[in-house]
Every structure is written in structure tokens, then in C-alpha cells.
């Protein structure tokens, strides 16, 4: 099992940015896409921002132009930015990736947008 730790969360207001890191115990995130998702309460999580191995980016098109997603493959590391904050982006935001061996979730952490 492979541990994927978030962290930057909190609160901040409309307009505000954050960014979340995602950091994964061993060397993964090189060979690997990289995903972050998203679940509000009483909604279905949802896919936010994706970067491939080969550092190719896709976004859900409500971020779209707001959030960033990036690697540090020598800190096994993969960041969302996340700019322009909107009460309707409050959530907790997991880390996604997976290989051969299966997929694995980091623990999530809060995003809180006040408005």
C-alpha cells in the first residue's frame, strides 16, 4: 500500500488562493497520472484536475483557468494551485494515483470558501 499525504487546506474567502500538496511515500507519481478529486458534502466526489506521467493537464471545466496542477517528480510531490476561490469550491480534496499494484486515496483535506 502506497501513502499519499495532503496537505494545505483550510479556510479563506471568495477571491483567496491555496495550494494543496500531495506527497506519496515512494517514487510513483514519475511513472504514474496523478489526480485530484473532490467531494462536497451530500455530492458525488468528483474529478478536479489530472496530470499525466508525461506532464499532460486536464481540468474539470469548472476550475478550468482557476486551479493548476503541477509535479516535482524529485520530491514526489504533485500540487494543485488554486486561485480565485468561489464558496462552491469548498470540499475535501483527495490525491489520487494508482499502478499495477492498485489505487490508492490520500486522507483528504478541507478546503473551506467563505463567501
Known amino acids: 500500500q502506497v501513502q499519499l499525504v495532503e496537505l494545505g487546506g483550510g479556510l479563506v474567502q471568495t477571491g483567496g488562493s491555496l495550494r494543496l500538496s500531495c506527497t506519496a511515500a515512494?517514487?510513483?507519481?514519475?511513472?504514474?497520472?496523478v489526480a485530484w478529486y473532490r467531494q462536497a458534502p451530500g455530492k458525488q466526489r468528483e474529478l478536479v484536475a489530472r496530470?499525466?506521467?508525461?506532464?499532460?493537464?486536464s481540468y474539470v471545466d469548472s476550475v478550468n483557468g482557476r486551479f493548476t496542477i503541477s509535479r516535482e517528480n524529485a520530491k514526489n510531490t504533485v500540487y494543485l494551485q488554486m486561485n480565485s476561490l468561489k464558496p462552491e469550491d469548498t470540499a475535501v480534496y483527495y490525491c489520487?494515483?494508482?499502478?499495477?499494484?492498485?489505487?490508492?486515496w490520500g486522507q483528504g483535506t478541507q478546503v473551506t470558501v467563505s463567501s
Open positions: 496530470i499525466t506521467s508525461g506532464g499532460s493537464t
Open positions: 489520487n494515483s494508482n499502478d499495477l499494484r492498485g489505487i490508492y
Open positions: 515512494i517514487r510513483i507519481f514519475s511513472f504514474n497520472a
